[in-house]
Nanobody, 116 residues
Framework: QVQLVESGGGLVQAGGSLRLSCAAS????????MGWFRQAPGKEREFVAA????????DYRDSVKGRFTISRDNAKNTVYLQMNSLKLEDTAVYYC?????????WGQGTQVTVSS
């Protein structure tokens, strides 16, 4: 069983920055890739970014490339999402994700609201 707890969301003006954190339980954090997804009102949940277990390889959806950075600290069992140059369309609930042994694990989500 894995528990994921996100933090760091909030209200920010367009062009501003936020850093999301996701703390994971357990002692096998460094064995699994991690990801961030988001879901805006009335829309489906969508992929935002992912990072391999070592942190050497990352992937992003096109609309956030160059603005968002995913990273991880395996010593702290934590994955981060640094979000810069935020846009109105980045407003959503952001979820931390990992898949292990055929099961999906999600955090409870953290709200990010970008205002004009």
């Amino acid at each position: 069983q894995v528990q994921l707890v996100e933090s760091g969301g909030g209200l920010v003006q367009a062009g501003g920055s936020l850093r999301l954190s996701c703390a994971a339980s357990g002692r096998t954090f460094n064995m699994y890739a991690m990801g961030w997804f988001r879901q805006a009102p009335g829309k489906e949940r969508e992929f935002v970014a992912a990072i391999t277990r070592s942190g050497n390889t990352t992937d992003y959806r096109d609309s956030v490339k160059g603005r968002f950075t995913i990273s991880r600290d395996n010593a702290k069992n934590t994955v981060y999402l640094q979000m810069n140059s935020l846009k109105l369309e980045d407003t959503a609930v952001y979820y931390c994700y990992t898949g292990r042994n055929g099961r999906d694990y999600w955090g409870q989500g953290t709200q990010v609201t970008v205002s004009s």
